[in-house]
């Protein structure tokens, strides 16, 4: 099984340009915690970030400023993790694991939104599995995932 197989096609996104309010107004109309973030214009579609509810709302907290006079390039994260959609389900579990994230914009070869996979996708199909025989993901490794994912960062000790 493949990350084709499961991901979700038909997803929202935002360009860097874009008020912070109009991100989350996609959030919320879309029931989704996070939105991928594409260049307009030239390489319009390239995924160039991705934004998530945290992400505004710790943004508008500590700018003191309104949604709709905030641009979401303010408040993006700019190092993003992606798959394709021809990775396997191990495969993008271990990338969401060891950047310790929930979702992963699914891209084309030329870096192009194509679709999103999640946390919960994989472990609706982990849970499908459960009678197969062979699986493409388990329940354990969901359950590690998730572990990792929240898992605190270490913090630094001063000497």
């Known amino acids: 099984m493949i990350v084709e197989d499961i991901m979700t096609t038909n997803v929202h996104f935002c360009a860097p340009a874009d008020s912070l309010e109009h ?6 109309h879309h029931d989704c915690g996070c939105v ?8 319009a579609g390239r995924v160039v970030g991705i934004i998530t509810d945290r ?3 710790m943004r508008a907290l500590f700018s003191g400023k309104s949604l709709r006079e905030l641009r979401v390039e303010e408040a993006m994260a700019k190092q993003i993790l992606t798959c394709h959609p021809a990775d396997t389900l ?12 929930r979702r992963l914009p699914v891209v084309g070869e030329n870096g192009a939104l194509i679709g999103l996979v999640s946390l919960a996708d994989l472990a609706r ?3 499908s599995e459960s009678t197969r025989t062979t699986k493409a ?22 000497a």
């Open 90 to 101: 191990d495969h993008a579990e271990k990338v969401m694991r060891g950047g310790r994230v």
């Open 137 to 158: 993901i388990t329940e354990t490794e969901v359950g590690d995932t998730l572990a990792a994912i929240c898992l605190r960062p270490v913090q630094a000790i001063a």
């Open 36 to 43: 991928p973030v594409c260049a307009s214009g030239e390489g």
């Open 125 to 127: 199909e982990a849970v």
């Open 23 to 28: 991100a989350a107004q996609l959030m919320w």
């Open 55 to 57: 992400d505004i709302c």
